[in-house]
């Protein structure tokens, strides 16, 4: 064996012995984070939170839960979905992998979101999401309570969104859960109820609870140019929508709300016309 081939030899050996000893315990953990069980949100006070913030730079939007969820920007304010927000809650709650991938928590940028967890002014847990690493398909984050920086499972990146849309109950009928009666009213006709003693009052009661608006859109007073309006009673909360063409064939909804609970919601939605002519449909002929 010439002088190279012993050099190549060595070299070979050396390389192996590297290889190896990377696959060391000890040398594992150094060069990859370790993980943690733990929850973002003490399941504890789970049942508890009564506001959810998210804020992204100068957009917020605030969950709140009194008898039921709303959500508001400040200057819409929607029934929110109940189910969407018990998703979060319950996502933010159970125990998942958590990655310490940095001694520093001052990672904070304005692209950031923000979510506060309390009850009330009491304060549960602060989380700033800081992005998805690309290289993990895993999200970073920074809670209040570590001074460090992490990486957990993504599925939380959904419901991170500071918009009302997001969050704003899909259905048409925003605070009514259990119908007694409709009252439909074209302009120029007499109105026409459904009651409970109508026969046809759970077909009509479901079929009505199932239409879903569209656009989010700013409350304006224009009830001069209605066609129809629609009241919705059950017990305890009233709602009036009220039926205005737009020019490119959908209709605005603007609404009046009664109730307690009820009073602070302010929006308006548009609907296609096609879900304008169905909900016509339910009550023509009577």
């Known amino acids: 064996m010439n002088a190279l081939q012993k050099k190549l030899s060595v070299a070979a050996l050396i390389a192996l012995a590297l290889c190896g000893i990377s696959y060391l315990p000890f040398v594992r953990e150094k060069s990859a984070p370790r993980a943690f069980p733990t929850a973002l949100l003490n399941p504890a006070y ?12 100068a957009y917020t939007v605030t969950l709140e839960k009194t008898q039921t969820w709303t959500a508001t920007d400040g200057q819409t304010t929607v029934r929110a979905d109940s189910t969407v927000v018990q998703r979060f809650l319950d996502a933010a709650a159970s125990v998942r992998n958590m990655y310490i991938i940095s001694d520093r928590s001052d990672q904070v940028s304005p692209s950031s979101v923000r979510v506060l967890f309390q009850d009330g002014d009491t304060m549960y847990t602060q989380v700033d999401f800081l992005g998805e690493n690309a290289l993990t398909n895993r999200i970073m984050l920074a809670v209040s309570s570590q001074d460090a920086v992490f990486e957990t499972e993504n599925d939380l990146a959904p419901f991170l969104r500071p918009t009302v849309r997001y969050w704003a109950k899909p259905e048409l009928i925003q605070t009514v859960d259990a119908p007694a009666s409709f009252v439909w009213q074209e302009a120029g006709k007499k109105p026409v ?5 109508s026969e046809d009052f759970a077909q009509v009661a479901h079929d009505v609870m199932a239409l879903r608006h569209g656009a989010i859109v700013p409350v304006q ?10 009241t919705v009673s059950g017990e305890g909360a009233r709602e009036r929508i009220r039926f205005v063409p737009q020019g490119d064939g959908s209709f605005h909804c603007a609404y009046t709300f009664s109730g307690t609970e009820n009073r602070s919601l302010s929006v308006a939605f548009d609907i296609s016309g096609w879900t304008f002519e169905r909900l016509r449909g ?4 009577r």
């Open 221 to 230: 007073d224009d009830g001069s140019a209605q066609v129809a309006e629609l």
């Open 46 to 57: 789970a049942d508890t939170v009564s506001r959810i913030v998210i804020r992204q730079g």
């Open 282 to 285: 339910m009550f023509s002929g």
């Open 193 to 197: 109820t459904v009651s409970k003693a």
